[in-house]
């Protein structure tokens, strides 16, 4: 990947802006009275970004940033394809925790737009 000014990759700083997103993220949650459970949780079928306990429901989070809505809102980003990899890590999550199919769980998005945080509950 291509170099910028600072000699990072573009891919790293990427990696970087996500991760502090997340991390904004995580703390609005925890604002809220979430528990969180896991953060970055993957297996080869994919990534979760945020795993968290509100109340009895496990919550599936996706964390999306975008500087403007020029390219699509950061809420569209988190399209079928994204939506059913999410779903399939985490029944992977329930199974691994002897978790039951019947575990209430809900999937979010928390969406950046800028600095503007959207927080979709049930957003699949």
């Known amino acids: 990947m291509t170099n910028n000014k600072s ?12 991760t502090s997103y997340e991390i904004k993220a995580e703390e609005y949650l925890l604002q809220k009275g979430y528990k ?12 979760i970004d945020i795993i968290a306990k509100e109340k009895e429901y496990f919550c599936f989070i996706e964390v999306k940033y975008r500087t403007t809505n020029e390219f699509g809102s950061p809420l569209e980003a988190v399209d ?9 890590v985490a029944l ?3 199974m691994k925790n002897k978790l039951s199919e019947w575990t209430p769980c809900r999937f979010d998005v928390i969406a950046f737009e800028g600095e503007k945080l959207t927080h979709v509950e049930n957003a699949f």
């Open 80 to 88: 079928y394809r994204k939506q059913n990899q999410i779903r399939k």
């Open 36 to 47: 969180i459970l896991e953060r970055n949780f993957r297996n080869r079928g994919g990534e």
């Open 92 to 94: 992977y999550y329930l």
């Open 7 to 18: 000699g990072k990759s573009l891919s790293a700083n990427k990696r970087q802006t996500g």
